[in-house]
């Protein structure tokens, strides 16, 4: 018989739907999502009805309702009546599509953030609703959800805001799941890492034209860095406000660095490093002395140390540290403005120092 007739074992279902048996029976223990129909003495089979009320399951959680109320929209899904009329059906379509414009509504319109949840898979603590959803979808390794959530996120509140309070916490919970499980979750955290990359990129696209004869800001992680999607956020909101950008990635090298700097003649140079084993104060300093442009009017760039790895002291003279994302993209352009307004200004000059005791937002 076939398998609409017979139905699918939990095992099968799970496999499906990329979430774990044990998933699947907790939702059936503590929502009431579990087969319509059961037969005394067997194992529970799952019917088409039934596996697609648990992928709506999915799908909502995905995109941050909390499970108690995804569970009620799906269970009220499949309740509908196969025989229903084409107004039914659009019902069972419309209800979870109200409940995801809920989910990445304006900050103005609902609040801010939602108590911890029991169980989830990363360790959140309170944070927004899309954070749950996006870290729901990670653990699954559901791509499709992933990418559906990070494009109506951005959309929805912009590219400093999904990165500051729903892409940076997911992906921090992400690793430290990864570093107290004994490298357990290492594909959720690559495949989280790379839908992230992802939507920065496509942010980025379309993005206001820069004349050519702008001065760009220079992007780099230090020798020995490999974590660049702080870098690759500033990229996209640069792009966002139509300042100039030369990406290079991981790892650059010394001797590249300052021939980038060279080369490209740089209003800013951005050094990021994810810790203090990775932040080189010398290196810096050689950036932030290395001048370029004719002779008799040669100039050195604004070097802004960002990233974790960096303490007070590094920020001498020609430099400063920006404490997040929204906070470099206000100093960079801020930059321009002033260098627009004021050509005769000192070139180098660094912008006031910002450091204090607030928390980082990279």
């Known amino acids: ?63 941050g309702i909390p499970p108690a109320e995804a569970a009620r929209a799906a269970v009220a899904m499949r309740r509908q ?39 989830n898979g990363l360790p959140l603590g309170e944070v927004r609703q899309e954070c749950r959803g996006l870290a729901r979808a990670a653990v699954r390794l559901d791509s499709p959800a992933m990418e559906a959530l990070l494009e109506n996120l951005v959309e929805a509140h912009g590219l400093v805001t999904a990165w500051e309070e729903v892409m940076a916490p997911t992906l921090h919970a992400a ?12 594909e959720v955290e690559h495949l989280l890492a790379w839908h992230v990359s992802t939507a920065l990129r496509r942010a980025a696209v379309g993005g206001p ?6 001065a760009p800001v220079l992007l ?20 966002e406000r139509g300042l100039p950008a030369r990406m290079f990635g991981a790892a650059v090298p010394a001797e590249a ?11 800013a140079v ?27 009017a040669r100039t050195t760039p604004l070097v802004f140390l960002a990233g974790p790895g960096w303490s007070v002291r590094d920020a001498v003279a020609g430099m400063t540290r920006p404490r997040g994302l929204r906070e470099a993209l ?8 002033e260098r627009d307004a004021a050509p005769e200004a000192e070139a180098g000059e660094p912008l006031p120092d910002t450091i204090d005791a607030m928390p980082s937002r990279w």
């Open 330 to 337: 206000d100093a960079i352009a801020a930059l321009y403005t």
């Open 1 to 63: 018989m076939s398998e609409a007739a017979l139905g699918v074992s939990t095992g099968a279902v799970a496999r499906r739907l990329g979430v774990s048996p044990t998933t699947v029976r907790s939702w059936e223990q503590r929502y009431g999502i579990g087969p319509a129909v059961r037969e005394g003495g067997r194992h529970r089979r799952w019917m088409p009805g039934d596996v697609a009320m648990l992928e709506e399951m999915c799908r909502l959680t995905s995109s």
């Open 220 to 239: 780099a992680c230090l020798p020995g860095e490999q974590h660049t999607l702080p870098l690759e956020a500033l990229a996209a909101g640069l792009a």
């Open 81 to 119: 009546p196969d025989s229903d009329s084409d107004s039914d059906s659009a019902v069972r379509v419309e209800t979870p599509s109200l409940l995801l414009r809920e989910a990445v509504a304006p900050p103005d319109a609902r609040g801010q953030t939602r108590q911890p949840g029991s169980r």
């Open 175 to 186: 690793g430290r799941k990864w570093e107290s499980s004994d490298d357990r979750y290492v």
């Open 270 to 296: 951005v050094l990021w490093s994810q810790s203090h084993s990775t932040a080189d104060s010398a290196l810096a300093r050689h950036v932030a002395s290395t001048e370029f442009g004719l002779k008799g």
């Open 257 to 267: 660095l300052r021939a980038a700097v060279l080369r490209s003649g740089p209003s």
């Open 209 to 214: 034209l820069v004349p050519a004869h702008v």
